[in-house]
C-alpha cells in the first residue's frame, strides 16, 4: 500500500479487512481481505470501486461487510455499501441513507440492526445517529433525536451494550460547552456520566497499582470543578476517586501509593489551606489530609512517597526544616516527625527519591552532595544516618532521580549521573558494593536521564530513557534479566516509532500479579501530543505461549493454543468471562501435549452476549502444591504485604526443592528414598524435613524482612502440609500429578535419561534389585552433577 488506511475490522472468522484512501490499480478505493494466506480486493470482479476515502468498514454476526465514508452514489449523497458475500451493493436501496456530509462509523446491535453517524445532519442541521432495521432508515430515537449543541459537531464513535442501549461519542458538547458520551435507552437520549475522564491533552505522572490489581494514575488530570484529582480504573472503566468526595487538589499530584489495607495516600504540588503542602489520605471512602492538625505542613514541594512494611508513610522533596535543611519526613500512625530527630539528615539540597527495604530501611538520593560535592544515596538504619557503601559512596556526577529496592534488599539507582564514557547508567548496591547495570551488551546507549525503577515478581528491573539505537533516538522502557538489558515489548515496543525530543514518559509500574509494566507516555505533535496509558507484558510464564485462538464453530467456541518450554505445568484452567474482569473456570486440559483444544458449548448468539473472553490459567505443579497450603501462614499473613504473596510462595517450593538437589548431591540418598516412602505423616519427621524448615525460616527471613519467630511461624503453618501431601501425591496411584520421575526431573534441571522409579525400586525391595558398586547412588547423583 502506498496511502493510509483509515479502519480495520476481523471477522468472526478470522478474516480481516482493511480500507482507507488507498486505490486499485483503476485508481478506485477498495475493501481489501486477508483470507489467512492472501491479500484480495473485496468483491472481485464485482468491487465496491468508491470514488473517495472509505472511512470505517464493518462486518455482522451473518458475514456481511458494511463500509463508508467520503464516497457518494450517482447522486452525490454519501451512503452505507453493503458487501453480501456476492456483490455491492447500496444499503436501502431506493430508500438509501443519502446523507449530506461523511459517515465516520458504523455498528450493529445484536438484533442485527445497523447504525451509522457521522458529519451529516437532518433537516434542522443536527448531527443524528441513524438506524437501518432490514428495512428503512431512521432517526434514532426520532423526535427524541440526539440534539448537538455545537455547530462543526461530529460523531465518531458508535457502541451497542449487551442489553440494547447505544452510545456514541464525538466532538459535540453539552449545554455546559463540554464534550460528553451520549446514550440512547428507554427510547431517550441522555449524557451518560462525566467528561471523557481521561481523553488528556497533558500529563500523567504518577501509576500505581494496589494489591487488588486497581490501577490509579494523577498528573494534571482536571474535573470538571478544575480540581486535580487521582483517577482509578476498576477493570472496566476510569472514575474518579472519591466520586462527589474527591480529592479537589488545586495543582499536580505527582505521586501515589497504597498501603496493605487498602488506603490510598496521594501528594504532589498541591497545598491546603494555609498554603502547605501535605500528603492526602483516600480511607475508602473520604479523603482527608494525611495528620489532620498535626498535618505535615511542608514550606515546599513533596517529590517522593513511600511505605515501609508497617505502614508507616515517608516523603521527601524541596521542603526544609526550620534550619533551612532538607529533611525525611516520617508519619507513624500518630504523628509527623523529622527522621532521625536531631540525627537529622540535613541535606543540602532537594531530595528527590526515597525507597524503604524489607528490613526497614530508609533510603534517600536527590540533588544533595557529600564533603566531596559528589550526589550519594544516605541510608537510615532506625538510629543513624549514613552514606551508603562509606569509601566505596556512589559519587554520582549529577543528580538522582529514582530509587527502589527490591526483595532482597538490592537498592537501585538512576538520575542524571554518568559513567567515566559519559553514559547514563544504573547503579546497583548489592550489600557489599555499587555495581554498574551497563549497557555495554547492547546497542543501545544513552546521555539522558533514566526515570523510574520497577521490579515484576520475577526480580526483573524495569526502567526508561531515551535511547540512541544507531541512528533512531527513542523513548524505551527496557527491562534487566540478572545478566543483560533488552527492550520491553520488542518490535512492538513504547518506541516502535521514531519519536521526537519531546515524547515524555511520566510514570511508569510493573504490576507483580500479571507482570504487566504499565506506562504513561506523550506521543508526538502529529497524534496531538496526548498522553495515554499502556501496558506491555514484561516477564515471561513458566510456559511459553506460542499462540492462543478463539473461533465459532456449530454454535459453540473453538478455543486452541500452542505452548513451548513447558516446565513443571500440570494442567490448565480454561476461564471465561462476559466483561473482561471477572473470570469462572469452565474446564480443565492435562499439560503435555504442546498443542490443546478445547470446546465452550455456550455459544454468544445463544446468551445474546456480543463478547466473550477467554484466557488460560496455567496451574505449576510444585507451586500449586504449596499454595494450597500457604492460606494462614502466607495469604492471610500480615507480616507478608499481599503484593509478597506469589514471591514467598515460590521462596518456600524452592526451599522443598533445594533441599533434595542437596541431599543426593551430596549422596543422601537414603533419606531422600525414606521420605518418599514412608508415608506423608513420617516425612514430616524426616531429618530432611527439619533441613527445609531451616531453610525456609533463613530464606523468609532474608527475603522479606522477617524476624526469626514470624518466619518460623510462616514455615510451620505451611511445611508439614505441603509436605505431607508432597509424599501422598507422589505414592498415590490414583493420582498422576506428582510423581518421583517428575520431582527428580524438577530439581535436576530436566535431566532425562533415567528411569528414576526403577532406581528407587532397588532401594525399597521393588521389582529392579540393588545395584551393585554404588549404581543407583552414582545414577541420581549423576541427575545433579555429582
Not at 478474516?15 to 468483491?43: I, R
Not at 539507582?413 to 555495581?435: D, L, Q
Request: some cysteine; aromatic content about 12%; proline content about 2%.
Amino acid at each position: 500500500l502506498h496511502n493510509t488506511i483509515n479502519s480495520l475490522y476481523p471477522d468472526a472468522l478470522g478474516n480481516v479487512y482493511v480500507a482507507g484512501t488507498f486505490t486499485n490499480s483503476n485508481g478506485k478505493k477498495y475493501v481489501a481481505k486477508w483470507d489467512g494466506t492472501a491479500w484480495n480486493e473485496l468483491g472481485g470482479s464485482t468491487p465496491l470501486a468508491a470514488n473517495n476515502t472509505i472511512n470505517t468498514i464493518y462486518s455482522d454476526a451473518l458475514g456481511n461487510v458494511y463500509a463508508a465514508g467520503f464516497f457518494t452514489n450517482s447522486n452525490g449523497n454519501k451512503y452505507v455499501a453493503k458487501y453480501n458475500g456476492n456483490a455491492w451493493s447500496e444499503l436501502g436501496g431506493n430508500n438509501s441513507l443519502a446523507a449530506n456530509n461523511t459517515i465516520n462509523t458504523i455498528y450493529s446491535d445484536a438484533s442485527g440492526n445497523l447504525y451509522a453517524a457521522g458529519n451529516f445532519t437532518n433537516s434542522n442541521f443536527k448531527n443524528y445517529v441513524a438506524k437501518w432495521n432490514g428495512t428503512d432508515w431512521s432517526e434514532l430515537g426520532g423526535s427524541n433525536s440526539l440534539i448537538t449543541k455545537n455547530n462543526f459537531a461530529s460523531i465518531s464513535s458508535i457502541c451497542p451494550d449487551a442489553v440494547g442501549n447505544i452510545y456514541v461519542g464525538g466532538s459535540f458538547v453539552n449545554a455546559n460547552g463540554k464534550m460528553y458520551v451520549a446514550k440512547y435507552g428507554n427510547n431517550i437520549w441522555s449524557e451518560l456520566g462525566k467528561v471523557n475522564a481521561l481523553t488528556l491533552n497533558n500529563n500523567i505522572l504518577a501509576i500505581h497499582s494496589d494489591a487488588s490489581g486497581n490501577i490509579y494514575t494523577a498528573g494534571y488530570i482536571i474535573n470538571d470543578s478544575g480540581n486535580y484529582y487521582v483517577a482509578k480504573w476498576n477493570g472496566t472503566g476510569w472514575i474518579e476517586l472519591g466520586g462527589n468526595n474527591f480529592l479537589a487538589a488545586n495543582s499536580i499530584i505527582s505521586c501515589i501509593s497504597s498501603d496493605a489495607v487498602g488506603n490510598i495516600y496521594a501528594t504532589g504540588n498541591f497545598t491546603n489551606n494555609n498554603g502547605k503542602f501535605y500528603v492526602a489520605k483516600w480511607n475508602g471512602s473520604t479523603w482527608s489530609e494525611l495528620g489532620g492538625n498535626n498535618s505535615l505542613a511542608a514550606n515546599g514541594v513533596i517529590y517522593s512517597l513511600c511505605l515501609d512494611a508497617s505502614g508507616n508513610v515517608y516523603v521527601s522533596g524541596a521542603f526544609t526544616n526550620s534550619n533551612g535543611k532538607f529533611y525525611v519526613a516520617k508519619w507513624n500512625g500518630t504523628g509527623w516527625s523529622e527522621l532521625g530527630g536531631s540525627n537529622s539528615l540535613a541535606a543540602n539540597n532537594s531530595i528527590g527519591a526515597i525507597c524503604s527495604d524489607p528490613a526497614g530501611n530508609i533510603y534517600a538520593g536527590g540533588n544533595f552532595t557529600n564533603s566531596n560535592g559528589k550526589r550519594y544515596i544516605a541510608k537510615w538504619n532506625s538510629s543513624t544516618w549514613s552514606e551508603l557503601g562509606g569509601n566505596n559512596s556512589l559519587a554520582a556526577n549529577d543528580y538522582i532521580q529514582s530509587m527502589n529496592c527490591d526483595v532482597t534488599g538490592n537498592v537501585y539507582v538512576t538520575g542524571a549521573f554518568t559513567n567515566s564514557s559519559g553514559k547514563c547508567y544504573m547503579a546497583k548496591w548489592s550489600g557489599n558494593t555499587w555495581i554498574e547495570l551497563s549497557l555495554t551488551n547492547s546497542s543501545m546507549f544513552t546521555t539522558s536521564p533514566l526515570s523510574y525503577i520497577s521490579f515484576d515478581s520475577q526480580g526483573n528491573v524495569y526502567t526508561s530513557g531515551f535511547f540512541i539505537d544507531g541512528a533512531n533516538y527513542k523513548r524505551r522502557v527496557i527491562k534487566w534479566n540478572g545478566s543483560m538489558w533488552s527492550e520491553v515489548g520488542g518490535s512492538n515496543s513504547l518506541g516502535g516509532v521514531n519519536y521526537n525530543v519531546n515524547c515524555q514518559l511520566y510514570g511508569m509500574y510493573v504490576d507483580k500479579n500479571s507482570n504487566k509494566v504499565f506506562a504513561a507516555t506523550t506521543f508526538p505533535e502529529n497524534d496531538g501530543g496526548k498522553t495515554y496509558l499502556g501496558y506491555a507484558q514484561g516477564s515471561n510464564l513458566p510456559v511459553s505461549l506460542v499462540q492462543f485462538t478463539s473461533k465459532i464453530l456449530n454454535s459453540t467456541v473453538l478455543l486452541n493454543w500452542q505452548t513451548a518450554n513447558e516446565v513443571n505445568v500440570s494442567h490448565f484452567n480454561i476461564q471465561r468471562s462476559n466483561n473482561g474482569k471477572e473470570f469462572t473456570t469452565i474446564g480443565k486440559v492435562n499439560a503435555g501435549n504442546k498443542e490443546y483444544s478445547f470446546i465452550d458449548a455456550i455459544s454468544n448468539l445463544e446468551l445474546g452476549i456480543r463478547n466473550w473472553y477467554y484466557r488460560l490459567e496455567i496451574v505449576d505443579k510444585d507451586g500449586k502444591l504449596v499454595k494450597s497450603h500457604a492460606g494462614e501462614g502466607i495469604i492471610n499473613n500480615p507480616a507478608i504485604p499481599n503484593e509478597q504473596n506469589d514471591a514467598a510462595v515460590a521462596t518456600a517450593s524452592s526451599s522443598i526443592f533445594d533441599t533434595l538437589k542437596n541431599a543426593v548431591s551430596g549422596g543422601n540418598i537414603g533419606d531422600v528414598v525414606s521420605m518418599f516412602t514412608g508415608g506423608g505423616a513420617s516425612a514430616t519427621n524426616s531429618p530432611l524435613a527439619g533441613i527445609m524448615h531451616s531453610d525456609m525460616v533463613q530464606n523468609l527471613m532474608h527475603k522479606f524482612g522477617l524476624d526469626q519467630g514470624a518466619a518460623s511461624n510462616v514455615v510451620s503453618s505451611v511445611l508439614p502440609g505441603a509436605l505431607s501431601s508432597l509424599v501422598n501425591k507422589t505414592n498415590d496411584p490414583n493420582d498422576s500429578s506428582f510423581n518421583i520421575q517428575d520431582i527428580i526431573s524438577k530439581v535436576s534441571g530436566g535431566s532425562g535419561g533415567f528411569d528414576v522409579n526403577s532406581l528407587l525400586g532397588g532401594f525399597t525391595g521393588g521389582d529392579n534389585t540393588q545395584q551393585s558398586g554404588g549404581g543407583i547412588m552414582d545414577g541420581l547423583k549423576g541427575l545433579f552433577g555429582g
